[in-house]
């Protein structure tokens, strides 16, 4: 191995041990509490090489944001692989990470992040995200347009996931909303 793999190598694991920190910090405290100098302080390195990694902040959290897309992703892929109502399982599965990952789930749509969303340059993992939707959407869609109907259904989750976690709608009335949007979508 060269030492130019080496220390690409070594880059690229301090980049990931970054990123991870950031999530564990903002699931745990809310994202007011990363800031760069925190992270230094937990990645036990200096903040002149956190910036030499990133920009700051908004840099961190575009990087969370893009692995959050890929956790999704999987998630989904993995809810739509594993039943017979794929619209359902992904359904649920989008519910669930949003529960579970508050902190990434708002980096991903909340949060300022310099992303590009719905156009070709979108990194992969939101391409992946909205494939596995779509996929789960296809065989409902009869003559309606695949993208639209996507993008209308996602919209419905994400209002769900986030109107629920912010107390305007009862969680208790959670199974019947989903049952009355799946219903319609089919």
């Not at 564990?24 to 230094?40: I, K, Y």
């Not at 995200?129 to 695949?146: C, K, M, Q, T, Y």
């Amino acid at each position: 191995m060269s030492i130019q793999s080496r220390r690409e190598r070594e880059r690229a694991e301090r980049e990931k041990l970054i990123i991870t920190a950031a999530r564990e910090l903002a699931e745990a405290e809310g994202w007011e509490a990363v800031t760069t100098r925190r992270l230094a302080e937990q990645v036990e390195y200096s903040q002149p090489v956190l910036y030499s990694h990133f920009t700051g902040k908004d840099a961190i959290m575009t990087a969370v944001a893009v692995e959050g897309f890929a956790d999704l992703a999987a998630d989904l892929a993995a809810a739509r692989r594993d039943t017979d109502d794929a619209l359902a399982a992904v359904s649920a599965a989008y519910l669930s990470f949003a529960d579970r990952r508050p902190a990434i789930y708002d980096a991903m749509f909340s949060q300022s992040v310099n992303l590009p969303f719905a156009t070709p340059q979108a990194p992969a993992a939101l391409h992946a995200g909205f494939n596995e939707l779509a996929e789960a959407i296809r065989p409902h869609a009869g003559d309606d347009d695949l993208g639209l109907l996507t993008e209308l259904f996602w919209a419905a989750l994400h209002g769900l996931a986030t109107l629920t976690r912010g107390g305007r709608l009862p969680h208790e009335q959670h199974d019947r909303r989903l049952g009355l949007l799946l219903a319609r979508f089919r």
